[in-house]
Structures are given as structure tokens and as C-alpha cells.
């Protein structure tokens, strides 16, 4: 059983920063990648950033140049290092790891960008 661990949500002005974390525990192979998505008030689930086992990113365009996503491969986690935040990235963050080709979800951690 794969069990994600989010933290690093909160309040923040517009402009500022905040760090999300997110470590995959259980006992498991094949993973694919690690991620982030989000869903904000009365919309759909987005995907915000993914890394990928070779390496390989991708960013939804809203967040290019702002956010960055890391990952440790020996821990299993991934960060999501949030600059420059707007109103806009208010939300719920979940974290996101496909394993086998099977996705799980973490239980979210809320954002609120808001002066």
C-alpha cells in the first residue's frame, strides 16, 4: 500500500512563497513519476508539475517560470517550490505518483494566496 504525506500549505500574500513537500511511504517498484496537481474553487482537478523517473519536467503554462518541482529519488519525495504566487494558484494541492501505472493521491494540503 502506497500512503503520500503532504505539507508546506498555507496562507501567503500575493508575490510571496510557499514550499510544498510530499513523501511517498510503503514498499513498491516502478515508479513512474512523482507530481502535483490542483483544484481550485468550483473547478476541475489541473495538473500543475510533474518530474519524471529519467528526469524529464513538465509544467502547466500558468506556472512556468514560477513554479519548480524536485524530487530524491532514494527518499521518495517531491517538492514544490512556489514563487511569485497570485491568486489564482488558491487551491488544493495534491500530491501524485504513478507506480505500475496505477495513480495515488495524497489528501491535499490547502494554498490561499489572498492580501
Known amino acids: 500500500q502506497v500512503q503520500l504525506l503532504e505539507s508546506g500549505g498555507g496562507l501567503v500574500q500575493p508575490g510571496g512563497s510557499l514550499r510544498l513537500s510530499c513523501a511517498a511511504s510503503?514498499?513498491?517498484?516502478?515508479?513512474?513519476?512523482m507530481g502535483w496537481d490542483r483544484q481550485a474553487p468550483g473547478k476541475q482537478r489541473e495538473l500543475v508539475a510533474r518530474?519524471?523517473?529519467?528526469?524529464?519536467?513538465h509544467y502547466a503554462d500558468s506556472v512556468k517560470g514560477r513554479f519548480t518541482i524536485a524530487s530524491d529519488n532514494a527518499k521518495n519525495t517531491v517538492d514544490l517550490q512556489m514563487n511569485n504566487l497570485n491568486p489564482d494558484d488558491t487551491g488544493v494541492y495534491y500530491c501524485?505518483?504513478?507506480?505500475?501505472?496505477?495513480?495515488?493521491w495524497g489528501q491535499g494540503t490547502q494554498v490561499t494566496v489572498s492580501s
Open positions: 501524485v505518483v504513478e507506480i505500475n501505472l496505477r495513480e495515488y
Open positions: 510503503g514498499t513498491f517498484s516502478g515508479l513512474n513519476f
Open positions: 518530474i519524471h523517473s529519467g528526469g524529464r519536467l
